[in-house]
Each structure stands twice: as C-alpha cells, then as structure tokens.
C-alpha cells in the first residue's frame, strides 16, 4: 500500500463532532509521508468551507487535499459539451463550478443538469423544475454529484442526493452520469492527482456501499470503520470490505501489520 483515501463524514467527524484518533491518524500520515486525499460526496459546502470546519475541529487539510464531486463534475463538463449547465446545487457550492456558462430559466436550452444535495431545499416545486427542464431538453446530461443514499447527521439520519437522482431518473427513462461515490471515474480522479495505483491505495470509509463496494470495483482495498452510519447489518448485505476497523484510530496498526513492521 502506497497511498490512502479518507470518506470524510462518518470516517474523520459526525456533525461538528471529531471522532476520536482522527487528527493523530492524519499526523502519523503526515509524518510517515503517506500521500492521501480527501474524497466526500459533500455537496453542501464548498471546499474551502469544509476545510474551515475541519480546522475547527483541529485537523488540517488544504483545498488541493480535497476532492468534492463538484470539482469533478466541472472537469467533466468543460470537456463534454455540459454547457451552459442548470444547477441544482446550494448557493455556495456553485462557485465550485467556476465559469461555466449557466442557465437560470426553464426556457433557457441546457447541456446537463447537476443535482447536489439540496437537503431541505428538495421542496416539490424545485424538484418538478429539475423535471421539466430535463424533459424539454431530451439530449440534455443528468449529472449526479454521488449517488449517496442518507448521511449520518447528528440528529439522525437525512436523506442524501441519490433518491432523489432515482426519482429523475424513474420519471425521464434516462440514467445520470455520476461524478461522485461510487462512481470509478470519481476514484481515480483522486488517484490521478496522487500518482498511484488503484491496487496501491487504500479507501477508508463507513458506507458499505458507496464507500466500499465503490472502491473495490474500481480496484482499490476497502476497509470499512464502524462510525458515522456504519451499522452491523452491512456486513450482511453481501458486500465484503477487506477489512474492518473499530475507528480510524486503528489505521497506523493496520498498515503497520500490512507492510509487516512493528
């Protein structure tokens, strides 16, 4: 193992909340000079925002260590004639999305429309817009950022982008593009930007699906942390992780029992 990508909800911090052991994983990372990535379908906020929050919860990360599935959804747009774009996302993660040409009318012809994670935002008449907008533009992209099924808030569970991308896709007959987990392509965008293998990386995170079917198929070791949303039953749903750690505490004794050091 060369290299590690982090889930960050549920892996590093639930809510506002660090989990225990998460900033002295990192520093071990920092001082073993262990390249990794931070790979979280978090469409809320902005990466610059996230890197605040991480700030505040004491862990340190920078912009480029954060990959978000706006950022490669924007890769992906400028390259596949997405333009101009209907965003479905919040406000502050629109800027994410740069200078792409922008459509703010139902009249207006669109090359893709990206659905985030609006949360409360998801009220009938906005997800009806999204509708319509796609079926008057039949040649028009569905861009998913992750296909997410809920998120673990600290009140309880919340639904995520993913059913709501289901129902789109339901009603048009058409499938979205996913630009986030599990999506391969979101994988090795992150791997690209560190210079590794699939087989050299590792992929922690606490959704079996997403997180760990994910990597596996695109090639990369999964092992699943028993936070955030994990719950017991997920290791029956027939999705194998390649192994299973309490937190991400135990992450330098796993890969020091890897490499087959002390």
């Known amino acids: 193992m060369k290299a590690i990508l982090f889930d960050m909800d549920g892996v590093l911090y639930v809510g506002d909340r660090p ?11 920092r001082r073993e000079g262990i390249p990794f990535r931070f790979v979280t379908n978090t469409t809320s906020k902005p990466r610059d925002a996230l890197v605040d929050k991480l700030a505040a919860m004491g862990i340190e990360a920078t912009i480029d260590e954060i990959l978000t599935p706006p950022v490669a959804a924007r890769q992906w747009l400028s390259t596949n004639d997405g333009e101009p774009v209907a965003l479905f996302v919040p406000e502050a993660t629109a800027i994410e999305f740069g200078r792409l040409a922008e459509a703010h009318s139902v009249d207006e012809p669109i090359g893709a429309l990206v659905m985030g994670d609006l949360g409360e935002g998801w009220d009938f008449a906005t997800y009806n817009r999204a509708f319509r907008w796609l079926q008057a533009n039949p040649e028009a992209t569905l861009v998913a950022l992750g296909m997410t099924r809920f998120w673990q808030a600290e009140d309880g569970p919340r639904l995520d982008v993913g059913p709501f991308v289901r129902g789109l896709e339901y009603a048009l007959g058409r499938e979205a593009v996913v630009l986030g987990k599990p999506s391969a392509a979101f994988f090795h965008t992150a791997l690209e930007a560190l210079g590794v293998g699939a087989a050299e990386t590792v992929m922690i995170g606490d959704d079996i699906a997403g997180d760990i079917r994910g990597a596996q198929r695109a090639g990369l070791t999964g092992l ?7 719950h017991p039953d997920d290791l029956e749903r027939g999705i194998t992780p390649d192994d299973v750690l309490e937190s991400i505490a135990e992450l330098p004794r796993w890969w020091q029992r890897r490499d087959g050091s002390s």
């Open 19 to 29: 989990i225990e052991g998460a900033t002295e994983t990192l520093g071990w990372c």
């Open 224 to 230: 699943q942390v028993r936070t955030g949303k994990f």
